[in-house]
């Protein structure tokens, strides 16, 4: 029978050695491999990117020429159209018939007579009013106004009357020296009246650009018990 020995010490060193060379052969023939391969894979990149560059300006003169084409083929089709006919002329009207001349006659104004009213009376003297009166005298009426309160004592006797004050109107608008003219009943409404009346505002009235004072003014103020 043979003896099979054991393997020794030195033999397993050479298997170790044969091993490293093995494998710095193979990692020295896969370096420029790669290397060569990553060579190769950014210079295709590199041409895709220009090749992608170059051919934009050819798409972009394609869709120009199609848009001009388009354009042609339009402009072709508005010139074959037929051009309308124009319409027909309505016919002329008939001249109207000139309206004769009449000569034209003044109407004579109406005279009015001339009535002589004697307004002397023997112990009594009357002034006609004239217009300048009335338009001193005219009333103003007031831009803001408020209501005046009903005394308690009148609501509680349920009194109804009124009051007719006079005031003058200040170059302000405010109305001032405020008289009682005529009250009924007497010594009931007077007071709410009058204050009433202290706050009402009017439009001042300007003659040759200055504001004046409106005299003779009066108003009437009614007290009546809503139903």
């Known amino acids: 029978m043979a003896v099979v020995s054991?393997?020794?010490?030195?033999?397993?060193s050479v298997f170790q050695t044969g091993v490293f060379q093995t494998s710095i052969f193979r990692l020295v023939l896969a370096l420029p491999i790669s290397m060569?391969?990553?060579?190769?894979?950014?210079?295709f990149m590199a041409w895709m990117v220009d090749n992608g560059h170059q051919r934009s300006p050819e798409q972009?003169?394609?869709?120009?020429?199609?848009?001009?084409?388009?354009?042609?083929?339009?402009?072709?089709?508005?010139?074959q159209r037929t051009v309308?006919?124009?319409?027909?002329?309505?016919?002329?009207?008939?001249?109207?018939?000139?309206?004769?001349?009449?000569?034209?006659?003044?109407?004579?104004?109406?005279?009015?007579?001339?009535?002589?009213?004697?307004t002397a009376i023997t112990g009594l003297s009357i002034n006609l009013p004239t217009f300048s009166d009335f338009g001193a005298n005219q009333q103003a009426m007031p831009l803001y106004r408020v209501e005046p309160r009903y005394p308690a004592r009148a609501m509680k006797q349920k009194a109804e009357g009124y009051v007719?004050?006079?005031?003058?109107?200040?170059?302000?608008?405010?109305?001032?020296?405020?008289?009682?003219?005529?009250?009924?009943?007497?010594?009931?409404?007077e007071k709410e009246a009058v204050r009433a009346l202290r706050k009402w505002k009017y439009q001042p009235k300007v003659v040759d650009g200055k504001s004046i004072a409106q005299v003779g003014q009066t108003v009437r103020l009614e007290f009546k018990i809503s139903q």
């Open 84 to 118: 309308p006919e124009k319409p027909e002329t309505p016919e002329p009207l008939p001249e109207a018939v000139p309206k004769s001349s009449q000569s034209a006659t003044s109407t004579p104004a109406p005279s009015m007579p001339n009535l002589g009213l004697d």
């Open 36 to 43: 060569f391969v990553a060579l190769g894979l950014f210079t």
């Open 60 to 79: 972009s003169q394609s869709f120009s020429f199609d848009m001009v084409m388009v354009e042609q083929e339009k402009e072709a089709q508005r010139r």
């Open 164 to 189: 007719v004050l006079s005031f003058t109107i200040d170059p302000q608008g405010r109305p001032t020296t405020i008289d009682v003219i005529e009250a009924k009943p007497r010594r009931l409404f």
């Open 6 to 12: 054991a393997p020794t010490k030195a033999s397993f």
